[in-house]
């Protein structure tokens, strides 16, 4: 067995303890070096873990393929352990804690039988912030060290930050037998702890991602007075240096990633504005001192979905995975170079697929659907500071101020391009109402609407009802609370066509907020909020079909009466743990929508 490499007693007996049950036939501490990361990555490469990619094109580049139904984030094995039921909510699945490591250590016993098992110390945030947290995951997959190693901060200075503080969370995993039937991912939010068995895909896997950084994170948040957030982080700088920063949350679908990383439209390059990546996925957000909120990205790489990434939808990222990226379930091209659906360039004549096997375009499967050379979720894992815009500020342990708050989603008709809250008490209704209607690559009915408040729904780690309450009560922390804003880049034209361009061209809404935050321009009020006027967004060098931007800004009360309903279901379910604000707000847009106010 490896020698401890810290003096940290309530580590060396938790890792003690999980080696034990799991039985590895060894234990390597991982320290962050690069020669460490370079064994890891030639034992991966020679035990058919990583195909090691074009030195050329690719460098430092592999591609990993998973198991067939290990694709994707598996929710309904994803479980929240309380004590009580009602704490979980009912937006997330329950165990209780007692019966979850009972059924999990079954599985984990022995599961490491003939494999190694890494201790992976890793910090969300820069080390020794008062921002970050410390984690420890334990596992038995190159893939997942090698992969954290690039989301994380890793290795020897987090040990040493752990020798001056006792608390971190526990992160166990194995791959165990990879069997979907023996597949759990467990949080106890209590315990400080996440166990995570059966699979090998990243978001089930990687536990600093949304195990961590969300669903215990965002429990931890409540209790020691912060914001955990599936939101991401970007400055917009003015030719005079002064940036001003945005958080902003979506539900999947809705161009966070490339929203991060935006460059600037033609039209408005004559201004000479600077995007600033900080994050692309995670904010966490504390009141500081000046009675402000200031955020940090807690995580150093972007695990981004792959098809669709191009250099019109995003040049900065297509830059970002030119070197040093791990890339999941895509295709194999015989030069040794990846491609995705959607990505530059022509459609390989041939190539291996994610699943390993012989590929052409125009392959159909036994029902006659195309077969796709990568999957649709499949993934690249990338460091952030490959990014051409990442931000400066990205090591400060004090983050950077948010000027904005910025939820959105995807709505064929209902919202407008971008409207402004009344005040924090109505934002927190807005992101906590906001919706998406489903598109043709999701399962279920094509235009159902879809609640997920604040682009949390699947990342809260306790009643949602309980969380909601947290906002409200953080809006009143602050002396200077962000203002709170909803953009909507999908509406659609009679025959169903986008009536916005998006992409770079979103610029000029995010230039309407800053405006609004600095009070540069005045706004229509409307029952659901304060709407632009069509003058006040720079529509420098973009024309749209006449009357489309007026069409982008209309508010259709029936749309919104009739949307009432879906919120009312919505709130139900909560029951009595609802706060009686976001009722008073419900009432009140009902009674501006019926009155016209």
């Known amino acids: 067995m490896t020698k401890f490499t ?4 309530k580590l060396k007996d938790w890792v003690n303890k999980m080696a034990k049950l799991c039985q590895p036939s060894d234990i390597v501490w991982i320290d962050g070096s690069d020669a460490q990361k370079n064994i890891l990555e030639k034992e991966a490469v020679e035990s058919g873990e990583l195909i090691r990619l074009n030195k050329e094109k690719h460098p430092g580049s592999f591609l990993h393929r998973t198991a067939i139904d290990d694709v994707a984030r598996t929710e309904h094995l994803t479980y929240i352990c309380t004590r009580r039921k009602r704490d979980a909510g009912p937006n997330n699945n329950w165990m209780a804690p007692q019966t ?9 016993r022995g599961a490491m039988k003939g494999r190694i098992m890494y201790v992976l110390p890793f910090s969300m945030g820069p080390v020794g912030s008062r921002f970050s947290k410390i984690g420890v995951e334990l596992t038995d997959s190159r893939y997942v060290v090698l992969n954290m190693l690039i989301m994380t901060r890793a290795g020897e200075p987090v040990l040493r930050q752990l020798e001056k503080q006792d608390h971190f969370t526990k992160c166990l995993h194995s791959k165990a037998q990879l069997d979907i039937n023996k597949r759990l991912i467990l949080h106890f939010p209590e315990d400080n702890t996440i166990w995570s068995v059966g699979s090998g895909y990243g978001g089930n896997v990687l536990l600093g991602k949304k195990c961590l950084s969300l669903r215990i994170a965002s429990f931890i948040a409540r209790k020691e007075r912060w914001l955990a957030e599936h939101m991401l982080i970007m400055g917009v700088e003015e030719p005079n240096g002064h940036i001003e920063y945005i958080a902003a949350a979506f539900p999947s679908a809705c161009g966070k990633t490339n929203l991060a990383m935006l460059v600037p439209p033609e039209g408005l390059k004559v201004k000479g504005y600077r995007i600033w990546t900080v994050g692309d996925d995670i904010s966490w957000m504390r009141v500081d001192s000046d009675g402000s909120l200031w955020a940090i990205n807690p995580e150093t790489g972007f695990f981004g979905v792959a098809p669709g990434t191009n250099s019109l939808t995003n040049p900065n990222m297509v830059e970002t995975i030119r070197k040093n990226t791990i890339f999941t379930n895509v295709l194999l091209k015989p030069d040794k170079t990846v491609w995705w659906e959607g990505a530059d360039g022509e459609t390989p004549p041939a190539g291996i697929d994610w699943q390993g096997r012989s590929w052409k375009p125009g392959l159909k499967d ?7 050379g990568a999957h649709p979720n499949s993934r690249f894992t990338a460091p952030i500071v490959n990014c051409p815009s990442v931000s400066f500020r990205l090591e400060q342990h004090h983050g950077v101020p948010i000027s904005a708050i910025v939820f959105g989603g995807r709505r064929q008709h209902l919202a407008p391009l971008v409207y402004e809250s009344l005040d924090w008490q109505h934002g927190v209704f807005v992101g906590a109402t906001m919706a998406s209607e489903r598109t043709a690559a999701q399962v279920g009915e094509l235009g159902e609407v879809r609640r997920d408040p604040m682009a949390m729904l699947p990342f809260c780690g306790y009643n949602m009802a309980y969380y909601f309450r947290h906002w409200l009560d953080m809006g009143k922390r602050m002396a200077k609370p962000p203002k709170i804003f909803h953009v909507n880049w999908f509406r659609t034209d009679k025959e169903g066509k986008f009536l916005w361009p ?6 000029r809404v995010l230039e309407w907020i800053l405006d609004r935050c600095n009070n540069k321009v005045e706004a229509f009020k409307t029952p659901i909020g304060y709407v632009p006027y069509p003058e006040d967004i720079d529509m420098t060098g973009l024309k749209l079909s006449e ?4 069409k982008l800004l209309e508010v259709r009360k029936d749309g919104w009466l009739d949307e009432l309903k879906g919120i009312k279901k919505f709130f139900t379910q909560f029951k009595k743990d609802l706060p009686v604000e976001l009722w008073q707000e419900y009432n009140r847009l009902s009674e501006r929508l019926k009155t016209n106010e």
């Open 6 to 9: 810290t003096n940290n007693k």
């Open 366 to 372: 036994a029902h006659g659907k195309p077969v796709l």
């Open 502 to 507: 998006g992409f770079t061209e979103n610029l």
């Open 547 to 550: 009357g489309a931007l007026e």
């Open 100 to 108: 979850a490591y009972k059924k999990a250590r079954t599985i984990f």
